[in-house]
């Protein structure tokens, strides 16, 4: 395989690699066609759906698709701009190809924040939106503890199936337990602001963001695609919420 033929390959993986990150859909086209662009390719056609990537463009002489699948998608902004950051590099000649894959393949963790320092922040903004929602010290308390065993569980749940309801689902019902053990075992402790707090951070808020942005510049299926991924979130929030307080 020839060197330009690597940056087909390399446009289609950064493409796909935006969307699994959080990315928009009109982004990752971008994206892919500054590559190809980059290349010198022609007649470059790209479209970019939340599930698959699909790019066509004619590669000395010759037409060369390529397709790529979206399983999972998750928010990591740090990735979006390093995939930025290597088609703008790659459009500019400044590095080659295999420097191209070298950084889109290295670990999306690599600022050095561990597991457990990422609990913490979550926990932390958990425990300030309790305390917005009219919440005191006690609840900043009890929403932080419980922000902090619904991280970890959905870290768990993740790691072992790719179903982001399931995790999402089950993290909703345990910061309800701990909102509601918080309440008795502590009468001043109101259950909605911990509960509302600790839910705050499974909110899909950008990816109700992305639906409305890619719905108004005209991706009409990935602004569906979206915005029925948000509901069934919220209907996970909601529902794990709902069985716990029924109980």
């Known amino acids: 395989m020839s060197c330009r033929n690597d940056f087909m390959l390399l446009a289609i993986k950064a493409a796909a690699m935006m969307i699994e990150n ?39 002489g010759e037409m060369r698709t390529e397709c790529a699948s979206v399983k999972n998608r998750t928010i990591n902004l740090s990735m979006i701009d390093r995939i930025n950051a290597v ?5 500019m ?11 889109l393949e ?10 457990v320092v990422r609990a913490l922040l979550f926990s932390l903004a958990s425990g300030s939106f309790a305390v917005i929602f009219g919440g005191g010290v006690g609840e900043f308390i009890a929403a ?13 749940v993740e790691s072992i199936t790719s179903y ?9 019902m345990i910061i309800a337990v701990c909102a509601r053990l918080a309440a008795v075992f502590y009468n001043t402790i ?15 808020g950008l990816a109700m ?3 409305l942005r890619d719905t108004i510049n005209g991706d009409l299926i990935s602004g569906l695609s979206r915005g029925v991924e948000t509901l069934i979130c919220a209907i996970a929030i909601a529902s794990g919420v709902a069985i716990v307080l029924a109980v």
């Open 164 to 172: 982001n309801f399931l995790s999402t689902l089950g993290g909703s």
């Open 106 to 115: 290295k670990r999306s963790d690599e600022s050095g924040m561990r597991p």
């Open 87 to 91: 088609s703008r590099r790659i459009a």
């Open 22 to 60: 959080g990315g928009e859909t009109y982004r990752a086209e971008e994206c892919c066609i500054s590559i190809l662009n980059g290349c010198g390719a022609k007649e470059v056609n790209v479209i970019a759906l939340p599930t698959a990537v699909i790019a066509t463009a004619e590669i000395d």
């Open 93 to 103: 000649c400044e590095i080659t190809v295999e420097e191209g894959f070298e950084i």
């Open 144 to 156: 932080y503890f419980a922000a902090f065993f619904c991280r970890y569980f959905v870290q768990f």
């Open 209 to 211: 963001t992305n639906a």
């Open 190 to 204: 109101e259950v909605e602001p911990v509960i509302i707090g600790a839910i705050m951070p499974l909110v899909p």
